[in-house]
């Protein structure tokens, strides 16, 4: 075989785009670009879908011969291939200005609830606050079907109901700043703080039960998810992510990192955190040893403050060099920066249908995922 061709053998888990078993002869001068056309020829797509393509674990960036040599691969192999359509850069959606810095943003149903640091929180347009308080709130998560739960930086949290047949209830929880609060379905009455002095503590609105349980960090809780029925991540500027037990919360697995930790998001075994080092990091809680770092990932000019999972492998980031930025967790570079601005990008909030970013800019940004 030539040195100028490479013999290819295309696999794709995508039933529609499935390929009869054969090899390919092609130019080992083609990139992904020149792949995607070629596959485009050969289904006859109109209009042209565009494809990526992995060597392994590896994305392709660079043209074939490049990558076979990067990967040690000898030319007379077969190089196999696997593809599929790419994801789309998020179309820039509305705009909406608001009163104030904006702290944490949440979907619960497609509509956006968030908090703002004028002490107030909005859902479907409406204005919610607790009566003479002013603290500005840094946490907001729907609580059961139709309330919502906030912690300020007072330590206080307002428990709001969003049909607005109750008063909001105000509770002082803390005398240090809360952080985060995180809730789950199935447990419409709990919710879990975690506070500024390292404490997290669940808390019941029913029949005055108050505090259930609590448990330390040796430092501010910056980050929960309540990922199950039974489990509860947690992140901390003492460098830890912690796994708990939800029924106790007794401690079952912490994860080291090199310097704190500002942000988390989990699915399934894998977490993705962000760091005041401008690096985000990818943890598989699969490792035996559930300490090593699976990958870090750096193109973020400033702390890295927020972060979630958007599929199965892609992540959205946002930072305080207001940047927000799309990844997949097989390639260190960025599939994408979708947002630039001068602000500070406190909060993102995903769905199946959108990307939602806001913070110091008082302006919340709606980025359209494609179907």
Not at 183 to 200: H, Q, V, W, Y
Request: negative net charge; glycine residues 6%.
């Amino acid at each position: 075989m030539s040195t100028d061709t490479v013999r290819i053998r295309f696999v794709t888990k995508c039933e529609e785009y499935a390929l009869p078993p054969g090899d390919f002869d092609v130019s080992s001068s083609l990139n992904r670009k020149g792949l995607s056309d070629a596959l485009n020829q050969v289904f006859d797509l109109d209009p042209p879908v565009p494809f990526d393509f992995k060597i392994g674990p590896h994305f392709l960036r660079q043209s074939l011969s490049q990558a076979m040599k990067l990967l040690q691969i000898s030319t007379e192999d077969v190089l196999i291939i696997e593809f599929f359509p790419a994801f789309r850069l998020p179309v820039p959606d509305k705009e909406m200005t608001t009163d104030a810095w904006i702290s944490c943003l949440r979907l619960k149903d497609s509509n956006l609830l968030y908090s703002l640091y004028d002490g107030s929180i909005r859902y479907n347009e409406n204005v919610y606050k607790a009566s003479n308080k002013s603290s500005p709130m840094k946490c907001v998560a729907p609580l059961g079907s139709n309330e919502a739960v906030a912690g300020d930086l007072d330590g206080n949290v307002t428990i709001f109901d969003l049909s607005n047949q109750n008063e909001p209830q105000s509770f002082s929880l803390s005398n240090e700043p809360i952080q985060t609060v995180a809730t789950f379905p199935a447990f419409e009455n709990l919710f879990i703080i975690g506070s500024c002095d390292g404490t997290i503590s669940m808390w019941s609105t029913s029949a005055n039960d108050g505090t259930l349980l609590s448990a330390m960090h040796g430092d501010s809780v910056q980050a929960l998810q309540w990922v199950d029925e039974k489990t509860l991540m947690s992140a901390s500027l003492d460098r830890t992510i912690k796994i708990w037990d939800v029924e106790k919360l007794a401690e079952k697995a912490s994860l080291s990192a090199s310097c704190g930790i500002l942000c988390l998001s989990a699915h399934d075994s894998l977490i993705v955190t962000g760091h005041p080092d401008r690096s985000i990091r990818l943890w598989d809680t699969r490792a035996e040893e559930h300490r090593s770092v699976v990958r870090e990932f750096k193109s973020h000019t400033n702390w890295v403050s927020t972060i979630s999972w958007v599929n199965n492998e892609v992540f959205v980031s946002g930072g305080y060099d207001g940047a927000v930025k799309l990844w997949n967790m097989g390639t260190q570079v960025p599939l994408f920066t979708i947002s630039q601005h001068d602000e500070k990008v406190l909060s993102v909030a995903v769905n199946s249908k959108e990307i939602v970013a806001g913070g110091s800019g008082q302006t919340i940004h709606h980025f359209s995922l494609s179907e």
